[in-house]
């Protein structure tokens, strides 16, 4: 089986801008939960999709927004860049079913960098 | 709140050597805990997991023990290699209002192993 695949791998953005990030989960999983990772926060969570529907959601902004598509591949999109989005983007893959308590497996990552 | 504290931030062995790693959760109906190795320039792998209705679980030279009175939980390395030197994320299952999940991960534990 083909990995969590994301797309692109590094973006450089300038304050202000917005951004899209791809994820491909593992065939036949229906969830796709989204990750911020920073030196200075760690991992963490900022919402899960699942068959198309926003399940769990975190404590980000409004400006980070996310959608899935019918074949479970998912986008999420952070509009008016601040310096302090620049991190690790990561998804993780799951068949998201036990109410969200599965085996998660992460993609590489899009390293985002807001100058 | 919803936490999980991860002891050491880094730890230093020799070839050879034993690792410990050592979590601590704060929501009392956790009920699986996974253990990540993230690489540089990779997204986090699962390397072990365990859930509540087991005290211990082992794979090779990985093993996690779980101590549901005391809300802790270890990661051991026997025999560790100059390839375990990583950063190492334990993590914790929460509930969330709906009752679905969400994972929250440690700081992390950076691994250095020395030849």
């Known amino acids: 089986k083909a990995g969590v695949t994301q797309t692109p791998r590094y973006l450089i953005k300038t304050r202000g801008q917005q951004v899209t990030l791809s994820c491909s989960p593992i065939?036949?999983?229906?969830?796709v939960s989204w990750y911020q990772q920073t030196p200075g926060q760690g991992l963490q969570f900022l919402f899960e999709y699942f068959s198309e529907t926003q399940r769990n959601k975190g404590n980000f902004p409004g400006r980070f927004s996310g959608r899935q598509f019918s074949n479970s591949r998912s986008e999420m999109n952070v509009s008016t860049l601040e310096l302090g989005d620049s991190a690790l983007y990561l998804c993780a893959s799951s068949s998201g079913v036990d109410r969200g308590t599965n085996e998660q497996f992460f993609g590489p990552g899009t390293r985002l960098t807001v100058l | 709140g919803e936490n999980v504290e991860q002891h050491p931030s880094t730890l230093s062995v020799q070839e050879g050597d034993s690792a410990v790693i050592k979590c601590t959760y704060s929501d009392s109906a956790s009920n699986y805990f996974p253990w990540y190795k993230q690489e540089l320039g990779k997204g986090p792998q699962l390397i072990i997991d365990i859930r509540s209705n087991v005290g211990e679980k082992k794979d090779q030279r990985i093993a996690v023990t779980l101590n549901k009175t005391a809300k802790h939980f270890s990661l051991h390395i026997t025999e560790t290699q100059p390839e375990d030197s990583a950063v190492y994320f334990c993590?914790?299952?929460?509930?969330?209002?709906?009752?679905?999940?969400?994972?929250?991960f440690g700081a992390g534990t950076r691994l250095a192993v020395h030849p």
């Open positions: 993590a914790a299952y929460v509930g969330l209002s709906g009752g679905y999940n969400k994972l929250i």
């Open positions: 065939s036949g999983h229906r969830s």
